[in-house]
């Protein structure tokens, strides 16, 4: 039996209140010696009788701790004669820097306590909770090195802080009403109004219908209620894409189906929006025109206390940006982009530090890598090289690996504009500077053209660090596993190596060397970018035949389109091949009228699966050939079947053609997967493999996911999917630095 020892605590040990933790640990058992905050570990120094039960709990650790490593040396020098908290230390940095964390029940609790301290008070927070990565400048994570330093604490909170007893001993985020950031509402003109109570006046302003900019913990929200979700709409210019919406627990279980996992999900720290499915695919249409809608509950203290007078049930959260640009944290911003969208502003004075907006998530699968979640902490042993991977093009994000562990940023979106690309290297600034590291290698996209290749290569001739250019969809691969598997990489886009436009992948192989093994059938994408614009055209470049083109002038296609359209596929003039798995779901929406023009990302493929969810689907034959010593599916011969009995159905009536609508969309989708199931079993026989990755955007549709999960396991293959990273171009930066590390 131990009396005594030095311990030292590596993890996510910072923000998450371990040294108050610590400290009430070793009152309770009569500990006496000291805890240190050291920049990326906690270093104890304890004695006593009860020391193994101190260890222990220790190890433990409190509720939000990620402890990697305990370990546990004699005891060197003196010891105080009591438990105190020393001051942090620089020490080493290996970038463990906490995520926001929602507010907790303790806290919720006092803003509800009429005679407390904190009632009514928006930002209160404790140890257990509160905004972390949004606020902090540099680490170790102390109050003086957040933005809360411009908030004094005032003699009750002073207090507090010191106060061993209290929840918000050491709370870097303590504040009160008389000492911590507050709350203005503003009118349309930018003028704050004299009003007693900001929340409850803007809860009345949002039960009239008004629209709010609501500036939050990452960034600004723009909020309605559900009867104004139509002119806000109309405003952004995003007639069809859903909205995301906060409301109670009671709601969300009325309006949308809630399983086990989704119940965690929802009331999980990070607080995400959870993609539910309706319990009526067909309710809330102005909010989503999907089966399903992407719900929160209340995060902050200012959203409880918005809710508690707020009469209508539902809050439209959308963020405030403008489309392709970053999320708005600025009060200035907001007013001049948003101005004649919004009508008030409710906004306070805590400087947002590094923006982050709201995670998604969807069957236990991540879709946004945001608050709460990122960035995101994975421990893997890269070797010695520090590593930067700055993603792909679209729904872009950053991966760090130092010193055994990747951190992977919050999302940043679609690199396209300069305003993108800077938060891009804001981000990675912000990154190197909390984690200490100077890569030398920096990883990007194969795409010599992508604003985030030419950024990667600037910064690495900068640095004199080795550029590593990695291929998209391997890159999914490497981030589903490292381990030798076939890997399936489905999505919309991917620059391949022979310059086409790959996105239906099949691979062999282990980290850094996968080579390509089957993948969909090569189809035009007529007008390159137009085609995924317009998924008609798609239609046409898969199944280029006339009765494609009399389908299209039945649907309003003039003589000069269809003519110009069928010269261009005939002739191939700017037409690119693709493999692409989201393009050819797309034209199958197309194809069965469900969508033919896209207005957001994603938009053909995700409302073909909405209509899918009512249909059965049917067993289509199948045709796999094989090029050039690779598996190929033929998708023109799915399209085509679904286009045999699609044709017939023009002359049924409505609710018949309803049905059998939705019936080939199932059957599409569930056909697509199947087929590429039989690739990759095909492939795994062959290379004697018994696991299969999936990664890429379309695994989100749930039909294919599980259709190809039930192939493989009925064919002896365990799938494999990396439930920590989006299975979309989320998990891209972190792909590329696997790679870019296995070299
Ligand atoms: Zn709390
Ligand atoms: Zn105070």
Known sequence: MRRSGTIIVRGIVQGVGFRPFVYAT??????????????????????????????????????????????????????????????????????????????????IHDINQVDGRYFNYWATSCVDCGPRYSIIRALPYDRERTTMDHFPLCSSCEEEYWNPRSRRHHAQTIACAACGPALTLMDPDGRSMPVADPIKK???????????????????????????????????????????????????EQVAMLHDEERKQLTSPARPIVILEKRDH???????????????????????????????????????????????????????????????????????????????????????????????RTRIDLGKTPILAVGPELNANATIYNNGFCITSPHIGNIRNPST??????????????????????????????????????????????????????????????????????????????????????????????????????????????????????????????????????????DIACSALAHQVERRFNTIPTTSTGRVLDAASALLGICSKRTYDGEPAMRLEAVAASGRPAEWELLISEENGRQVLSTSRLMEEAFLRYLPLKDESHEIQRRAVADIAASFQFNLARGIARMAVSVAGEHGIGKAALSGGVCYNHMIRSTICKELRRAGIEPVINTGYPLGDGCISYGQAIIAGSR
């Not at 490292?482 to 436009?501: F, L, Q």
């Open 26 to 107: 070793a009152e309770s058992l009569s500990i006496r010696g000291s805890v240190t905050n050291l920049g990326s570990e906690v270093l104890i120094h304890a004695e006593g009788d009860r020391f193994d039960e101190f260890l222990d709990a220790v190890r433990r650790g409190p509720r939000l701790a990620a402890i990697d490593e305990v370990i546990v040396s004699p005891l060197s020098g003196s010891i105080p004669d009591r438990f105190i908290i020393l001051d942090s230390k620089a020490g080493t940095l290996s970038g463990l820097i906490p995520p926001d964390v929602a507010i907790c029940e303790a806290c």
């Open 202 to 252: 803007a809860a009345e302003l949002l039960d009239m219908g008004k629209i709010l900019a609501i500036r939050g913990i990452g960034g600004f929200h723009i909020a309605c209620i559900e009867s104004s979700a139509e002119r806000l709409k109309t405003f952004l210019g995003r007639t069809g894409q859903p909205f995301a919406v906060m409301a109670k627990a009671d709601t969300i």
């Open 282 to 376: 067909t309710s809330h249409p102005t909010i989503s025109n999907l089966h399903t809608l992407g719900m929160m509950l209340p995060y902050t203290g200012l959203h409880h206390l918005l809710f508690s007078h707020l009469t209508s049930p539902m809050l439209v959260m959308t963020s405030a940006n403008v489309p392709g640009n970053p999320m708005i944290t600025e009060i200035d911003l907001v007013m001049s982009r948003l101005r004649g969208v919004v009508d008030y502003f409710l906004t306070h004075d805590r400087e947002i530090q590094n923006r982050c907006d709201d995670s998604v998530v969807r069957d236990g699968l991540i879709i946004r890598l945001s608050r709460g979640i990122a960035p995101k």
């Open 421 to 558: 690309v800077r938060y891009l290297e804001e981000t990675v600034e912000r990154l190197r500077g909390l984690t200490g590291t100077t890569p030398e290698i920096i990883a990007c996209d194969l795409h010599p053209q992508f604003l985030s290749t030419r950024y990667a290569r600037d910064l690495a001739e900068e640095l004199g660090a080795a550029l590593v250019p990695v291929q998209h969809h391997r890159a999914h691969i490497a981030a589903a596993t490292r381990e030798r598997c076939v890997g399936i990489a489905i999505d919309g886009v991917g620059y391949g190596d022979d310059g086409t436009v790959w996105g239906g992948e099949i691979f062999v192989g282990q980290a850094p060397d996968y080579a390509r093994a089957g993948h969909l059938e090569q189809v035009l994408m007529p007008g390159g970018d137009a085609a995924t614009a317009n998924p008609e055209r798609m239609l046409y470049g898969i199944l280029p035949n006339p009765e494609v083109l009399d389908l299209l002038a039945g649907r309003g296609w003039n």
